[in-house]
């Protein structure tokens, strides 16, 4: 594909909450890229989606919108276990995709991707693949990251993480909670140490009274990286409060918290004020950081390409929340092991 002139006509898979959104960023924010079809499991979740943009049409299933003459990108916001398939299909094709997280739910198929994606690579010398990781778009964290590159606080010790959900749909389970939640603090924590994830241990505390039948609530995971730093994470799926997400960095010579309504939190000497309010839920939580992430994404499909988290990115977090299934179901530390990047 060569770099387009003209807007990039994007096909969204999946428009439930999250792709629904995305085809209304499409629509009205992102500049040079418009959708033009939408599918999803439901047809009348497509048709009412669609009807809401004029000029989106509604292919009759997600291969049918990859093949259609109109579509020169797609972004993947189905169910986590169709994302397999559908990016095995998108780099057959040619096709620049974002895939919202988790990449895939097993390692075998998130090897299957990155190696698919490599081979792609070494004939076009282009990536296709960025995964949806939109925490690395937020200020708060890349400020963090700035942080922690320019060594202005001394090595990284501690990140001290927390994310709760008010609530989550009625079939989560305590090991999608691990999939598809902690699956945020696992890429964040890569992000902002700038190292892998080497080990996961999973606990689950005395249950909150009014979480869904069968579901642990909280979660509680600890990481350990390659360097010696540990992070230690809160996953709480049904608090009934709101959306909150913060991270707190804990270095050598200061601290620094992101999750606050104005920016990073640092705390030396001189320390600062505090003040923030818990965000109704994801959507509003990290809209600037989605608006910054597609569009990022559209600019590089433009050129026929793809920026931002990668596949091996998405691989490896797979890896490291399928360790904490395990770790979750036996109490046990369990090690990570990633192949190496192609």
Known sequence: MTEQTSDLRVAVVGV??????????????????????????????????????PGVRVAPD????????????????????THAELLLACLERGLPVLCE????????????????EAAVSATTGKRLVQVGFMRRYDAGYVALRQLVE????????LLH???????VPPYSTSETVVLDSLVHEVDGARFLLGEEVTAITVRTPRRRRSAPEGLADPVFALLETQSGALVDVEVSAATGLGYEVRTELVAERGTALVGTES????????????????PAGF???FEAAYDAEVQAWADAAR??????????DGYAATAVTTAGVEALRTGRRVEVVLEPRP
């Open 283 to 285: 959507l509003e939580r």
């Open 101 to 116: 997280k988790p990449m895939t739910t097993d390692v075998a198929s998130a090897l299957e991707v990155v190696r698919a």
């Open 303 to 312: 050129r026929g390409t793809a920026a931002g988290p990668s596949s091996y």
């Open 150 to 157: 320019t060594d202005e606080l001394g090595a990284p010790l």
């Open 161 to 167: 993480c927390a994310h709760r959900n008010a609530s």
């Open 263 to 278: 920016g990073p939190l640092v705390a030396r000497a001189d320390t600062a004020v505090r003040g923030r309010r818990v």
């Open 16 to 53: 439930g909450a999250m792709g629904a959104d995305h085809v209304r960023r499409l629509a009205d924010r992102v500049v040079g890229a418009r959708p033009v079809l939408v599918a999803d499991a439901s047809a009348q979740t497509a048709e009412r989606v669609a009807a809401a943009h």
């Open 62 to 81: 997600a291969l049918a919108a990859l093949d259609d003459d109109d579509v020169d990108a797609v972004v993947i916001a189905s169910t986590g276990p």
